[in-house]
């Protein structure tokens, strides 16, 4: 037993070594997927004052199940690169648009594995990331057409009649639209 039990702490810790982000948790984990490479001394500087408002739509899901869906990278880099930049979190509004494949991405694991039959390693990002301040939001039109029961989202996902009326709404209230 006691053999087994040091079999397993070793491929716990080569999964960590493997995966560093898949230890992570929180700003932990922000820091890690929101990575990006410091610019010294850049001429164009974001204002520290400014009101930040950016949503994305998130429309493409991983080519294969039990990768992260890459576009759920990108408020974490935004994130990053605002902390670094010295603005104000309370004033960073971000907001992500989910449809299209990525819709799956945000599925409970218990739903997220009975359809692809692996967990689902998005979860991690998308609680740090709401837990930041991101506003998820899915397209009601894309759960009906791609089958993705609503009642299995995370919790913290809200539901939208459709992307476009998402996007108008954020767009109304001063969000700038962008694509990963």
Not at 4 to 25: D, G, N, V, W
């Amino acid at each position: 037993m006691r053999t087994f039990s040091r079999l397993l702490t070793a491929f716990a810790l080569l999964a960590c070594a493997i995966s560093p982000a898949a230890a992570q948790t929180g700003e932990a984990l922000l820091r890690v997927e929101g990575a990006f490479k410091p610019i010294p001394h850049p001429e164009h500087v974001a204002p520290k004052n400014l009101v930040y408002k950016v949503a994305w739509d998130v429309t493409v899901g991983p080519k294969t199940p039990g990768e992260v869906t890459d576009g759920f990278r990108t408020p974490a880099n935004f994130l990053m690169m605002a902390d670094t930049s010295g603005i104000p979190r309370k004033n960073v509004h971000l907001a992500m648009i989910v449809h299209g494949t990525a819709t799956r991405s945000l599925l409970q694991n218990d739903a997220y594995k009975a359809a692809t039959g692996v967990d689902n390693p998005n979860i991690a990002l998308l609680e740090a990331l709401h837990g930041a301040g991101v506003e998820i939001i899915v397209c009601g039109q894309a759960l009906v057409n791609r089958n993705v029961p609503r009642d299995k989202l995370l919790p913290f996902v809200k539901t939208s009649i459709s992307a476009t009326l998402a996007r108008a709404v954020l767009n109304a209230q001063g969000y700038a639209s962008m694509t990963p």
